[in-house]
């Protein structure tokens, strides 16, 4: 029963399902969004943009982050079966997906989210996925900003009511009709790397500017 569950769940229909599901969810929100103007005067400025949040948080901004399908954003997703599902509805509101991991297809999809980054000038990054630990900044994103020459954007998600599940980031799934808040940070410029000791420098930097907007 498990295993045809789980096949059910990675069929194109489902992941047709779940992106309507997420759209008319998300609509019960009462959605706020702060310091959105900022990054986004930059981008206009002809700034490359890397925005950058926890696995834990990403639900919520689904719906919100349809809206930036204008800019062809892109966002690297892992090539397991999660992935698919997540790429199937990153797709369909409009953003583009390199396929991989640290643990496979890692490298050839940095390349391909770098030159999406180099081509359209946007883009977002999951911090600590696919599998964790749950906050714990890893190194594509230090890769990604220095090659691509962009700035990094914390986002982070909240809500007044939430479920949190027992998973590996303690996956937060707003309630219907919570406030939802989508809180924008300020830019962090990542200087070339200079080293071992240079490169954990910028990964420690990001980690403890992102570490704030975690839910423990």
Known sequence: M???????????????????FIQVYSMTFRLRVENESRWKD??????????????QQFFSAIHHFKTYSKFNPG??????????????????????????????????????MIDHLKTYG????????????MGRVKAGVIKMAIEADAVVIPFYT???HAWFF??????????????????FGQEIRLEALDGLDDF???????ETAMGPGLFP
């Open 2 to 20: 498990f295993k045809r569950l789980k096949f059910i769940i990675y069929t194109r229909p489902f992941i047709v399902f779940a992106y309507y």
């Open 42 to 55: 930059l981008r206009a400025q002809g700034t490359t943009v890397l925005l950058c949040g926890w696995h």
């Open 75 to 112: 966002l690297m997703i892992s090539q397991s079966k999660d992935g698919d599902l997540i790429s199937g509805v990153a797709n369909r509101i409009g953003w583009h997906t390199p396929r991989g991991s640290s643990s496979r297809g890692g490298k050839q999809a940095m390349g391909a």
């Open 122 to 133: 946007l883009g977002a990054h999951i911090l600590d996925g696919p599998q964790g630990p």
């Open 158 to 160: 909240s809500a007044e």
């Open 166 to 183: 027992n998973s590996w980031d303690r996956f937060m799934l707003p309630k219907p009709f919570s406030r939802v808040f989508i809180t």
């Open 200 to 206: 954990e420098g910028q990964r420690q930097f990001i």
